[in-house]
Each structure stands twice: as C-alpha cells, then as structure tokens.
C-alpha cells in the first residue's frame, strides 16, 4: 500500500534561518506530488506541485522553493526565512482518486 | 480561484443531520471531499466527478450539480466523530489533478 512520510513534524526557527522540509512517498511510482500550506485556522493554500522528477510548478510567489531530486522525494526549501512563513506544510501525493496527505510539518519562525 | 464554501461554521446535536455547500465559479471536472481534525492532516471522504452523480460513504454522502456548478455533503444522524473541519478541493480541467481548495466548514458536534 502507499505510504507518505513528512519530516519533522514541528519546528521552530528563527527569522532568517534556512528551512528545509522533506517529503517521501512509498508503494506508488511517478506519483503527483503537492506542498500546502495551512496557516493558524485557515484553509489549504496550494504551495507548489510536480508531475515528474525536476517539474516543478510554482503557484504562490513567496520565499519558498521546491524540488523533486527523486520521483519519490518532494522538497521544501527557504534560503531566509519569515515570521509570515510560520504555518502548518502538508505534504501530499496523488491525483483523481484523491490525494493523501503526510502528517504535515508544523513550522513557527521566530 | 477558491471555491466557496457555505455555512462557514455549523453546530450540531448528535444524530442531527447537517449539509456543506460548495460552489465555483469556474467549471468543474471533479470535486473532493476532506475532513480535518484539530491538529492533524485531512482524510479524503471522496471523489465526485463531473456527470451529477451522488456517492455515499457510510451516512456522508455527498452529490455533485454540474450545471449549478456545485456540490453538496450530506451529514445524517450525526455522531460526535464527525467533528472536524470539512474542505472540499476543486479540480478545473481535468488535465494536471491541481486542487483548489475553499476555507472549509468547521462542523462541531455536541453530545
């Protein structure tokens, strides 16, 4: 069966400081992969997502980056960090059955 | 473009039944259903695709209206596991699986 694995599940980081949050995804191969962002009860906002190794597609202009270095493997990546950057980051994959999500990376700056 | 979710927040008495509302504004190829408990990721509920089918998961079923453009959930004989925030995700297209999501309905249940 497919598993999605998401680490760590909290952080706190000060202003400035690099981020970086991994994603991998188990059972499944080229699998659509998708980082989201929930702030403090709010909804889903859609960060960034892939279709295939090195296809990333940015949907918010922020400080954030992402890459997919293995068709399993979904990176998160800040080189300075904000204090708006705090929030809940969810990882997930799939596609028109539905997606599964990681348990998410609860993220406060600083 | 978000989709719109109606009530914002719902308060129910056990065993009562509750409806969540989604609309776009766009055309839509499919609609997802999630529910989300304090603290933890969302679980999928399910899958309506464009077509006006109805599906049931258990007493959550949900129907999707394609010329209203428009998809409703469906709470009955609510037990107090149902609390959550429930969000539905909205694919245009049908091309690349991106879902949108709308603020979500935070649905309490009281015993």
């Known amino acids: 069966s497919q598993t999605i694995h998401q680490w760590p599940a909290t952080l706190v980081q000060p202003v400035g400081s690099p981020l970086s949050l991994e994603c991998t995804v188990e059972?499944?191969?080229?699998?659509?992969l998708y980082w989201y962002r929930q702030a403090a009860g709010r909804g889903l906002q859609l960060l960034f997502y892939?279709?295939?190794?090195?296809?990333i597609s940015s949907e918010v202009p922020q400080n954030l980056s992402a890459s997919r270095p293995q068709d399993r493997q979904f990176i998160l990546s800040s080189k300075k960090l904000l204090l708006s950057d705090s929030g809940f980051y969810l990882c997930?994959?799939?596609?028109?059955?539905?997606?599964?999500f990681g348990s998410g990376t609860r993220l406060t700056v600083v | 473009q978000q989709p719109v979710q109606s009530p914002q927040a719902v308060i129910l008495r056990e065993g009562e039944d509750a409806v969540i509302n989604c609309s776009s504004s766009?055309?839509?190829?499919?609609v997802h259903w999630y529910r989300q408990k304090h603290g933890e990721a969302p679980v999928f509920l399910m899958i309506?695709?464009?077509?006006?089918e109805q599906k049931g998961h258990e007493k959550i079923s949900a129907s999707f209206n394609e010329k209203k453009q428009q998809s409703s959930l469906y709470l009955t004989a609510s037990q107090l596991s149902y609390s959550g925030t429930y969000f539905c995700?909205?694919?245009?297209?049908?091309?690349?699986?991106?879902?949108?999501f709308g603020k979500g309905t935070l649905l309490t249940v009281n015993p």
């Open positions: 892939s279709v295939g190794i090195g296809q």
């Open positions: 059972g499944t191969s080229n699998p659509n």
């Open positions: 997930a994959w799939g596609g028109i059955g539905g997606y599964t």
């Open positions: 309506l695709l464009k077509g006006g």
């Open positions: 995700g909205t694919e245009w297209g049908g091309s690349n699986y991106k879902l949108t």
């Open positions: 766009k055309a839509l190829y499919s």
